[in-house]
């Protein structure tokens, strides 16, 4: 028998929980679950605007190896070379001007479908290659994982084209080729046999990307793609956008061949600011304008031409301009998911996130390659 007072016994201790200490480790849990959620809300759609961020790079540096091939030329917004045309699938004779997209493949580790798709005579109208699955290919470097239900042959980055007359911009997802030759800025004279090396140049320093004739020789007074080392030079390079995210580009359309990274139609694969422009024969007049919404001054000297009005960028062609009612194919203007930015990369090869309360002004003059050779106040970083 125990004669140990009950005073000395030794009390076990109780296994398992209060219901009040129960009740403050939940409170506890869910005030941390509280505290979190909002940081892992912000978290995934950081993470998914970085990885944007690093395809575009990675398609930013295939254009400047590319370039680095070519003497620092850029690969032109269509044109350069020919590949077969997959809406051309039954007869298999047809050929088609290759866009940028396709003419960087080979140095973004897509040799073999480019090999597929350029235009060669002795190998052309093999039906061992089906076009149709090879432009409905998924290049995941030219998608932004922010995208709502990425398609097959889709494309999320675009080209910078500068200005683009209205007429142009109006009909995007048609096949009407943005070229330097076509802008007729009126120095001497409206119409094509007014055409010469003013309105060239002036045409050359309102954007990047143009389109390009196969086989067109490189002088002044034709269709040449931009040098790197001009834009250099001239504006420079990290005040020079290269590429942007649009939302509103096409997918791949078996049926008419036409959309996706393989598309010819500016509004596939390019974006830029709509001028006032009309189409006289085979040329676009565009007037200068010193009115909202104009280009420059209306009648100046060349070294004037590009001095921005008050309102140079249309609210339609503005950083995430109309998101909710934007056609696609037929809305080249920057644009994404990320809430208020989109990411842009530049010609030094850097990726920016740039605001869409962007000024426009500011923004008109990141567009244009040469724009301080003509009228257009010079950049800071600390603009944008």
Same mark, same amino acid.
């Given at each position: 028998?125990?004669?140990?007072?009950?005073?000395?016994?030794?009390?076990?201790?109780?296994? %398992?929980?209060?219901?009040?200490?129960?009740? @403050?480790?939940?409170?506890?849990?869910?005030?941390?679950?509280?505290?979190?959620?909002?940081?892992?809300?912000?978290?995934?759609?950081?993470?998914?605007? &970085?990885?944007?961020?690093?395809?575009?790079?990675?398609? /930013?540096?295939?254009?400047?190896?590319?370039?680095?091939?070519?003497?620092?030329?850029?690969?032109?917004?269509?044109?350069?070379?020919?590949?077969?045309?997959?809406?051309?699938?039954?007869?298999?004779?047809?050929?088609?001007?290759?866009?940028?997209? @396709?003419?960087?493949?080979?140095?973004?580790?897509?040799?073999?479908?480019?090999?597929?798709?350029?235009?060669?005579?002795?190998?052309?109208?093999?039906?061992?290659?089906?076009?149709?699955?090879?432009?409905?290919?998924?290049?995941?470097?030219?998608?932004?994982?922010?995208?709502?239900?990425?398609?097959?042959?889709?494309?999320?980055?675009?080209?910078?084209?500068?200005?683009?007359?209205?007429?142009?911009?109006?009909?995007?997802?048609?096949?009407?080729?943005?070229?330097?030759?076509?802008?007729?800025? /009126?120095?001497?004279?409206?119409?094509? #046999?007014?055409?010469?090396?003013?309105? &060239?140049?002036?045409?050359?320093?309102?954007?990047?990307?143009?389109?390009?004739?196969?086989?067109?020789?490189?002088?002044?007074?034709?269709?040449?793609?931009?040098?790197? *080392?001009?834009?250099?030079?001239? *504006?420079? !390079?990290?005040?020079?956008?290269?590429?942007?995210?649009?939302?509103?580009?096409?997918?791949?359309?078996?049926?008419?061949? !036409?959309?996706?990274?393989?598309?010819?139609?500016?509004?596939?694969?390019?974006?830029?600011?709509? @001028?006032?422009?009309?189409?006289?024969?085979?040329?676009?007049?565009?007037?200068?304008?010193?009115?909202?919404? /104009?280009?420059?001054?209306?009648?100046?000297?060349? #070294?004037?031409?590009?001095?921005?009005?008050?309102?140079?960028?249309?609210?339609?062609?503005?950083?995430?301009?109309?998101?909710?009612?934007?056609?696609?194919?037929?809305?080249?203007?920057?644009?994404?998911?990320?809430?208020?930015?989109?990411?842009?990369?530049?010609?030094? %090869?850097?990726?920016?996130?740039?605001? #869409?309360?962007?000024?426009?002004?500011?923004?008109?003059?990141?567009?244009?390659?040469?724009?301080?050779?003509? %009228?257009?106040? #010079?950049?800071?970083?600390?603009?944008?």
């Amino acid at each position: 028998m125990d004669a140990r007072p009950w005073s000395r016994r030794v009390r076990r201790p109780r296994s %398992g929980f209060t219901w009040v200490e129960l009740i @403050v480790c939940i409170a506890i849990i869910g005030l941390l679950v509280a505290l979190l959620l909002p940081a892992v809300r912000t978290a995934k759609p950081a993470a998914r605007r &970085a990885q944007c961020q690093s395809n575009l790079r990675n398609v /930013g540096n295939a254009i400047h190896a590319y370039a680095s091939a070519k003497r620092g030329v850029l690969p032109p917004l269509t044109g350069g070379c020919e590949i077969a045309d997959p809406g051309d699938q039954v007869k298999r004779t047809g050929v088609r001007e290759a866009p940028w997209t @396709v003419a960087i493949m080979p140095y973004m580790e897509s040799s073999s479908l480019y090999e597929h798709l350029r235009y060669s005579p002795s190998s052309f109208g093999s039906s061992s290659v089906d076009l149709q699955q090879l432009a409905q290919t998924k290049i995941q470097s030219y998608l932004c994982p922010d995208t709502q239900n990425p398609v097959a042959g889709g494309l999320s980055y675009v080209a910078n084209a500068g200005i683009i007359p209205t007429d142009v911009w109006d009909a995007a997802d048609a096949d009407t080729y943005h070229s330097a030759s076509q802008l007729d800025f /009126g120095f001497n004279g409206y119409g094509s #046999e007014n055409m010469n090396a003013d309105d &060239a140049e002036l045409a050359y320093a309102t954007g990047v990307f143009w389109h390009v004739p196969v086989g067109t020789p490189t002088d002044n007074k034709t269709p040449h793609p931009i040098n790197l *080392d001009q834009i250099s030079a001239h *504006d420079g !390079t990290s005040q020079t956008i290269l590429l942007a995210e649009n939302l509103n580009t096409r997918s791949y359309d078996p049926q008419s061949g !036409t959309g996706g990274w393989i598309s010819n139609a500016t509004g596939d694969i390019a974006f830029g600011i709509a @001028v006032p422009g009309t189409r006289n024969e085979a040329v676009f007049r565009v007037a200068l304008s010193d009115t909202a919404g /104009g280009l420059g001054l209306a009648g100046g000297a060349q #070294e004037t031409a590009l001095t921005l009005s008050q309102d140079p960028a249309p609210p339609h062609c503005r950083i995430n301009a109309n998101l909710k009612d934007a056609v696609n194919g037929r809305s080249p203007r920057p644009s994404s998911n990320h809430m208020g930015v989109v990411n842009m990369a530049f010609a030094d %090869g850097s990726c920016k996130t740039i605001s #869409e309360q962007i000024a426009p002004s500011v923004y008109a003059r990141l567009l244009s390659p040469k724009g301080g050779r003509y %009228g257009q106040t #010079e950049l800071s970083d600390s603009d944008f």
